[in-house]
């Protein structure tokens, strides 16, 4: 312990956590709650020491830096955005350039074109996907993947009734396949979906790398 450190524990100042903390203070990200698993990305977020917003209303995406849209029922999230009038504030938003992250179902509500999905979505994302696209057999599995922005290291992917990214636009850069091709990680400007559930594992790489994203959209 240097001198240093022995004065920040006696003043009881001394650094509790990562540098993460401190780094992201301030950052405002949104997570759409009106169904599925925005608890748990909630608390990777707060985990980051970045503050989360649940976002149920048009007025609750004032002053985000960034959108979560979780995991769960794509036909449900799709209605009850139609119903809390949500649709055409966050297609604006998100078009707009908020940093906007869809993870499983959310990637479904992300995408231009969702196959299987016979509701009207946020639609922005260039990106055709396709609801259950595993079909029952295999309908939930974990697999190690492979994602260039997140580093060396393999990646831990949970999919639960999964999508698959089955077309991609000129702008859309694929960040992850599985090991026969299939993309399941995209990005295209400020959005990005994946096809697997980041929340429901202790890797914080994804979360940060979304983050980071929002942090320098919100530094520009
Ligand atoms: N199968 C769901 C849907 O079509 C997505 C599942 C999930 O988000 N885990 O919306």
Do not use: W
């Given at each position: 312990m240097t001198?240093?450190?022995?004065?920040?524990?006696?003043?009881?100042?001394?650094?509790?956590?990562?540098?993460?903390r401190t780094q992201h203070s301030g950052l405002v990200i949104g997570v759409l709650a009106l169904?599925?698993?925005?608890?748990?990305?909630?608390?990777?977020?707060?985990?980051?020491?970045?503050?989360?917003?649940?976002?149920?209303?048009?007025?609750?995406?004032e002053g985000l830096d960034g959108l979560i849209?979780?995991?769960?029922?794509?036909?449900t999230i799709t209605r009850l955005l139609r119903?809390?009038?949500?649709?055409?504030?966050?297609?604006?938003?998100?078009?707009?350039?908020?940093?906007t992250w869809g993870t499983c179902a959310g990637a479904i509500v992300l995408a231009r074109e969702a196959i299987g999905l016979d509701q009207a979505n946020i639609g922005t994302?260039?990106?055709a996907v396709r609801r259950n696209a595993f079909g029952r057999q295999v309908?939930?599995?974990?697999?190690?993947?492979?994602v260039a922005p997140l580093g060396e290291a393999p990646y831990h992917a949970v999919f639960i009734r999964a999508p698959t990214i089955e077309g991609v636009g000129p702008g859309v850069q694929v960040l992850?396949?599985?090991?026969?091709?299939?993309?399941?990680?995209?990005r295209e400007g400020t959005m990005v979906a994946t096809s697997f559930h980041p929340e429901l594992t202790d890797d914080t790489r994804f979360h940060e790398y979304f983050v980071e994203l929002a942090r320098s959209?919100?530094?520009?």
């Open positions: 001198s240093s450190d022995a004065r920040d524990v006696a003043a009881g100042t001394e650094p509790v956590d990562s540098g993460l169904q599925g698993d925005f608890a748990e990305h909630a608390a990777v977020l707060r985990k980051l020491g970045v503050t989360p917003v649940e976002v149920r209303l048009p007025r609750d995406l849209i979780p995991g769960g029922e794509s036909t119903i809390y009038d949500l649709l055409e504030p966050l297609r604006e938003r998100v078009r707009g350039g908020l940093p994302m260039d990106i309908d939930s599995f974990e697999t190690d993947l492979a992850a396949r599985l090991e026969d091709g299939t993309a399941v990680a995209a959209e919100k530094a520009r």
